[in-house]
């Protein structure tokens, strides 16, 4: 367990809807990543807030957001969902914002778009 | 533009045999690098990172790893395999002025077999 908290698990629906992700990080971190894995692209970047704010943007596209609360908490928010959307959506965290920190994963929120 | 280039995209390997997982990065800057591994349905632990100093890594699970800078490599070994060791290993580094954020290679299946 490391301690990376992802809901929900699992979760369908249909094209153009709008979902939301959420994230608890490690007790004491204050940066979260969000991940995006699938089958023809790998495991993609999309975002880093580090204490409520943003960090650093990957491969994000714009029908996507996040956010990072005041308890560290986050969020990321999928809308107008296409069928390429499907994937395994990763949050993680670490200590601190810089390169070399170790970054823990949680198990993964699976996304199927029908 | 920094880059991770796993050589094999899957290893068969049978049970207590010696096994390479190959990793070659790209970047023009100080790297960290790191080997995370996912095991069916779950999320991304770490076995082991570089950071500095010794070359040669160890981590968990008798895996272990040696960066070699004038090769650009970081590839990661076990003397003795176990049919638990099945399960798709991911080489990443950061480095410079991605913030934390971790850029993956595209992942090696290893299977162990009886």
């Known amino acids: 367990d490391s301690g990376v908290t992802q809901t929900p698990k699992h979760l369908i629906t249909a094209t153009g809807q709008r979902v939301t992700l959420r994230c608890s990080p490690r007790s004491g971190d204050l940066s979260v990543y969000w991940y995006q894995q699938s089958l023809d692209q790998g495991l993609q970047f999309l975002i880093q807030y580090y204490n409520g704010e943003e960090r650093a943007k990957g491969n994000i596209l714009e029908r996507f957001s996040a956010q990072q609360f005041p308890d560290l908490h986050s969020e990321l928010n999928l809308s107008s969902l296409e069928l390429g959307d499907s994937a395994l959506y990763f949050c993680a965290s670490s200590v601190g914002a810089s390169s070399g920190n170790t970054i823990y994963f949680g198990e993964g929120s699976w996304l199927t778009v029908v | 533009a920094q880059s991770v280039t796993q050589l094999d995209s899957q290893v068969p390997v049978f049970e207590e045999a010696p096994v390479e997982l190959r990793c070659n990065y790209s970047?023009?800057?100080?790297?960290?690098l790191f080997w995370y591994v996912q095991y069916p349905n779950q999320g991304l632990q770490l076995l082991l990172k570089y950071l500095s100093g010794s070359t040669l890594v160890k981590g968990i699970n008798g895996f272990e790893a040696e960066f070699n800078k004038s090769q650009t490599s970081f590839h990661l070994r076990k003397p003795s395999v176990h049919i638990s060791d099945t399960a798709e290993y991911f080489c990443a580094l950061a480095g410079g002025t991605s913030y934390g954020k971790l850029t993956f290679g595209q992942g090696t299946i290893l299977t162990v077999h009886p």
């Open positions: 970047s023009s800057v100080s790297v960290y």
